[in-house]
């Protein structure tokens, strides 16, 4: 069956350190890969966009790989601030269609 | 970046009644708009693709006589919850992309609208 997993359902680091958040997927062979912030009470905001021919992504202190072999993708924040806390989301485009397909999003709490 | 707004964020109902939802792309054209439904601690579940101007096309297990979509115009979709039930309180979000041909791009959220049926 096709799914999309995100590595933890929350995961809490210290202010300053880098956050490392996992997307694999099986069963799929997405044309891009997105990254959303969504915060509580609130729709997602789009991050950033891989598409299945780059390896890595970079903005400001985001980067995101993209590895197709391992169908896995890594989202890193650099340099973490509290203000960095929310649920971040994956999501797969497939092929020609318009939709995206989510994963159901890592809690990221920076701790002070 | 563009921006998909979506009205009310929140919304209590009583069982039975129907609610309206709108979602409007302020600054471009939307062909096509996406409702989702997220329920707490999970994924955004895609329940149709609105194309404006042609019925909507539902996920497999939506009930398109119950979540009715109307996309008359290229910034204005509405999704209605007919005859409201407690378990369709839920949290239903709205997207927009620009453009046709633009596949590999960014998708537009509205704020989300939180509905509870009493």
């Known amino acids: 069956s096709q799914k999309i997993e995100q590595n933890s359902e929350a995961l809490n680091i210290q202010e300053g350190k880098t956050a490392t958040l996992t997307c694999n997927y099986t069963n799929y062979s997405p044309a891009y890969l997105q990254w959303y912030r969504q915060d509580p009470g609130r729709g997602p905001v789009f991050l950033l966009l891989?598409?299945?021919?780059?390896k890595e992504k970079r903005k400001e202190r985001l980067k995101v790989t993209f590895d197709t072999t391992l169908k896995q993708s890594l989202f890193h924040i650099t340099a973490s601030q509290p203000a960095d806390s929310a649920t971040y989301l994956c999501a797969l485009g497939i092929g020609s269609a318009r939709q995206l397909t989510f994963g159901s999003g890592t809690q990221l709490t920076v701790l002070p | 970046g563009a921006v998909v707004s979506q009205h009310p964020s929140r919304v209590i109902c009583k069982s039975g009644t129907s609610v309206k939802i709108e979602c409007r792309s302020l600054?471009?054209?939307?062909?096509?708009m996406f409702w989702y439904r997220q329920f707490p601690k999970q994924s955004l579940m895609l329940m149709a693709t609105s194309n404006e101007g042609s019925k909507a096309t539902y996920e497999q297990g939506v009930e398109k006589d119950k979540f009715l979509i109307n996309h008359a115009s290229l910034t204005l979709s509405t999704l209605t919850v007919t005859s409201a039930h407690p378990e369709d309180s839920s949290f239903y979000i709205c997207?927009?992309?620009?453009?046709?041909?633009?596949?590999?791009?960014?998708?537009?959220f509205g704020q989300g609208t939180r509905l509870t049926v009493v």
């Open positions: 891989i598409r299945e021919n780059e």
């Open positions: 997207s927009a992309r620009s453009g046709q041909g633009a596949v590999n791009t960014e998708a537009f």
């Open positions: 600054d471009f054209q939307a062909t096509t």
